[in-house]
């Protein structure tokens, strides 16, 4: 984990292209967790392996649709 500078403290340009890669990076996962958040990956309450395994490829096809639907608008 390196901890990233403020906006007001970057002072090269290869700095600000990092601080934009990691900023454009950070968006995208916060909206992949949320995503997962909502179709309920948060908690895997599976008992057997087998259950796990339905979970898992339950929400994957959930999202593969959800992003499918997402890219058509």
């Known amino acids: 984990f ?3 500078k403020r906006k007001n403290m970057i002072k090269s340009d290869e700095e600000r292209g990092y601080h934009g890669f ?3 990076l950070r968006k995208k996962i916060e909206t992949l967790f949320s995503v997962v958040d909502n179709l309920g990956l948060r908690f895997i309450r ?3 392996r087998r259950g796990l395994a339905v979970k898992i490829i339950l929400s994957l096809l959930a999202f593969n ?3 499918l639907r997402s890219d058509g608008n």
Request: charge should be positive; aromatic fraction near 16%.
């Open 46 to 48: 599976a008992v057997s």
């Open 65 to 67: 649709f959800y992003r």
């Open 2 to 4: 390196v901890a990233m």
């Open 22 to 24: 990691l900023s454009k």
